[in-house]
Each structure stands twice: as C-alpha cells, then as structure tokens.
Nanobody, 125 residues
C-alpha cells in the first residue's frame, strides 16, 4: 500500500508558474506508474499527465502540452508537475495517483489504485 501527499498549490496570476509535488510513502514507489489529475468545481476529474515507473515515458493532456511537465525522482519517492504559463482555466484541485498494474487507459481515473488528498491551484486573470 502507498500513501500520497500533494503540495505546492496556491494562488498565482495568469502567466505564472507553480511546481506541484507528490510525496509517496513506502518502498515500492519506483514500481508504480504515476499520474496527475485535476477537478474543477462542477466538472469531472480530468487527466493531466502520466509518467512511467522509471520515468522514461510521459503523456500530457492536450490542454497542458507545452506548458506542464511531469517528472519523478524515485530516490526521493516524489513526483512533480511543473506548471508554466498558467491560465485561469487551469484552476482546479490537483490530485496525484498511483497505478499498480499497467493499463492502456492511463487517462481514466478508475485504473489508478491510490490517490492523494489534492492541492488547490487557483489562477487569477
């Protein structure tokens, strides 16, 4: 089992940057595929990014491609989401998630087994 904790959220002006962190407990972090999702009020949880266990394969949603970058440091049991050129429509609660077995449907929240509590990101115009 793994516990996940996000940090780094906050209030930022449009065009600014934030870096989110997802710290994981346990010794098996390096074996998990990890993902970032976000959920805005009144909307469904939305895929943002996904990174393979060793960090070599990354996917980003079209809405964030070129602005956001997912990375991980397995020695620190931590995943990151660097967010640049933020827009008001990026405002949401951001969640990290761990996937214990491979699935092609990496954009589907239901294939992830563990979730953090979320961190709020608010982008003002």
């Amino acid at each position: 089992q793994v516990q996940l904790e996000e940090s780094g959220g906050g209030l930022v002006q449009a065009g600014g940057s934030l870096r989110l962190s997802c710290a994981a407990s346990g010794r098996t972090f390096s074996s998990y595929i990890m993902g970032w999702f976000r959920q805005a009020p009144g909307k469904e949880r939305e895929f943002v990014a996904r990174i393979s266990a060793e960090g070599s394969i990354r996917y980003h949603a079209d809405s964030v491609k070129g602005r956001f970058t997912v990375s991980r440091d397995n020695a620190k049991n931590t995943m990151y989401l660097q967010m640049n050129a933020l827009k008001p429509e990026d405002t949401a609660v951001y969640y990290c998630a761990a996937q214990t077995s491979y699935s092609d449907n990496y954009y589907d929240p239901s294939v992830y087994d563990y979730w953090g509590q979320g961190t709020q990101v608010t982008v003002s115009s």
